[in-house]
């Protein structure tokens, strides 16, 4: 009787603190986005698709038109923090072929990375990303921070720079579609 009513306080206790409110994602996780980076001058392109509540499959291509590219593909994570913010996470491989080369692709590298997204007021985002690159022979950091309009809910411009990514250190303008 006495273990009874201990876990029937201890139900009513946990009950009391626990939130009661279910948490979406803030960001939409399935979009179209084509971009134009400068120094050195890029043009790219990147589609994700949301699968399940937390899940999101990436593909993105980017190239200077001259006979190279980084072709990258793989799986993130996302789950909201708050209700005004969203933590992701990818895993991809890059494929990276240099203007020199006559092969299908010079290199093979992995990338990790973890990233938030925040509403700042409400069209206006804010977000930062730091990861790893990896190749068979050494690692550098990337990273990213960006500002995104949100004009509509399918259409956001923004403006983001990249440090340190395979093209090195950009300035990119991006217009993304979400669907």
């Known amino acids: 009787m006495a273990s009874t009513k201990f876990i029937k306080k201890a139900f009513l206790l946990a009950t009391a603190l626990s939130s009661s409110t279910a948490m979406a994602n803030n960001f939409p996780y399935s979009f179209f986005e084509a971009r134009i980076g400068t120094s050195p001058g890029t043009y790219g ?3 994700n698709q949301q699968f399940t509540e937390n899940s999101h499959l990436i593909a993105k291509a980017d190239t200077k038109f001259s006979g190279d590219w980084d072709i990258s ?3 993130g994570f996302n789950g909201p923090v708050n209700e005004f913010s969203d933590i992701y996470g990818q895993l991809l491989l890059h494929n990276v072929k240099d203007k020199g ?3 299908f692709g010079d290199e093979m590298l ?3 990375n973890i990233g938030f997204r925040v509403w700042l007021m409400q069209q206006i985002e804010v977000g930062a990303q730091y990861g790893q690159l990896f190749d068979s022979n050494d690692s550098k950091n990337i990273g990213s921070v960006h500002f995104r309009f949100h004009s509509t809910e399918q259409l956001s411009v923004g ?7 395979v093209y090195g250190g950009q300035m990119m303008m991006t217009a993304r579609f979400t669907f």
């Open 45 to 47: 392109v990147q589609v």
């Open 110 to 112: 992995t990338e990790i």
């Open 73 to 75: 593909g793989g799986i």
């Open 159 to 165: 403006a983001e720079a990249k440090f340190n990514g």
């Open 101 to 103: 080369s006559d092969k």
